[in-house]
C-alpha cells in the first residue's frame, strides 16, 4: 500500500520531521515528488524499463544494465545529506508563508548553516524549474545545435584508479578504443551548452540525451541524420546540417 497515505500530510514542522523520520513514508515522498506521474524513468538513458529492490529502495534499468536510486542525477546526488532532511526542507520551504532562512532550516534539521544554505539553493532552483534534474535547454522556435565528439587519450591518461571510477560513473565502454564520446547540445538563442558522456552512437542513447534535455518545440539540428531520425521528427523540429 502507498506508505504516504496511512498518514495525513504533516501540518506543522514537528509534524514534519517525525513523518520524514520514517525511511518508507520517506521514501514514497520523494518518489513522488521526482516522478509525479508514477512512471519511473531511468536517469541515465531514460528507459522506462526496470525492476524495484525494494529491499536495498533502489531500481535496476533493463536497457542499461545498472542500478539507480531516487538521488541519482538530482540535486541531492552529491550530497551526504540524508533523504529525511532533504524532504522535510522540501516541505519546508513549500510551506514556509514568509520564506525561511538558512539559520532557521539548519537549526530545524539539524545541519549547519553552510549546509542549509546550500541545500535552499538548489531546493529553489528546483521549484522555479520544476524538475529535480538539470533543466531544459530549447524550446518553442529556439535553435538546438546537437553534435558528438570523439576525444581521444582523455580516459586513456587518467591514473587507474580514476579511471575504474569514471568506468564505473558513467558507464563508459569505449575503453577499447581509447575514446571518450562526448555528446554536445547548444542552444544557439540561450548561448547555453549540455555535455554529457555517451557510451556510444546508438539512435536510442542519443535520442535520450536530447529527450532528457531539449524541450518540445525546439529545432533540433545534428550532423548525425541517420543516429536522430525515426521518431524525432514528431517531437521536434528536425534538420541535418554538416
Ligand atoms: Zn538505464
Not at 528546483?126 to 535553435?143: A, D, H, L, Q, Y
Amino acid at each position: 500500500m502507498d506508505a504516504t497515505k496511512r498518514i495525513p500530510e504533516p501540518k506543522t514542522l514537528q509534524e514534519a520531521i517525525t513523518y520524514f523520520a520514517d525511511p518508507d513514508r520517506c521514501f514514497e515522498f520523494a518518489k513522488k515528488l521526482r516522478w509525479p506521474d508514477g512512471n519511473v524513468i531511468c536517469p541515465r538513458c531514460s528507459a522506462a524499463k526496470n525492476s524495484f529492490i525494494k529491499t536495498r529502495k533502489l531500481w535496476f534499468c533493463y536497457a542499461c544494465k545498472r542500478q539507480f536510486t531516487l538521488k541519482v542525477k538530482t540535486i541531492m546526488e552529491d550530497s551526504p545529506i540524508t533523504l529525511d532532511k532533504w524532504m522535510t526542507a522540501f516541505w519546508l520551504l513549500a510551506n514556509a508563508k514568509n520564506g525561511i532562512s538558512s539559520h532557521e532550516l539548519g537549526r530545524a534539521i539539524g545541519v549547519t548553516q553552510t549546509t542549509a544554505w546550500f541545500m535552499l539553493q538548489r531546493i529553489r532552483e528546483v521549484m522555479k524549474n520544476r524538475s529535480f534534474g538539470p533543466t531544459k535547454i530549447g524550446g518553442e522556435g529556439n535553435e538546438v545545435e546537437v553534435d558528438e565528439t570523439f576525444v581521444g587519450g582523455k580516459v586513456k591518461n587518467m591514473h587507474r584508479a580514476r579511471r575504474v571510477r569514471f568506468a564505473a560513473e558513467e558507464g563508459f565502454v569505449g575503453a577499447a578504443t581509447g575514446k571518450t564520446i562526448v555528446q554536445g547540445i547548444l542552444d544557439r538563442n540561450l548561448r547555453k551548452v549540455r555535455a554529457a558522456v555517451v557510451p556510444n552512437v546508438t539512435r536510442e542513447v542519443l535520442q535520450n540525451e536530447i529527450l532528457k534535455n531539449v524541450k518540445f518545440g525546439s529545432k533540433v539540428y545534428t550532423d548525425n541524420a541517420v543516429a536522430y531520425d525515426n521518431g524525432m521528427q514528431r517531437r521536434f523540429v528536425h534538420d541535418v546540417v554538416n
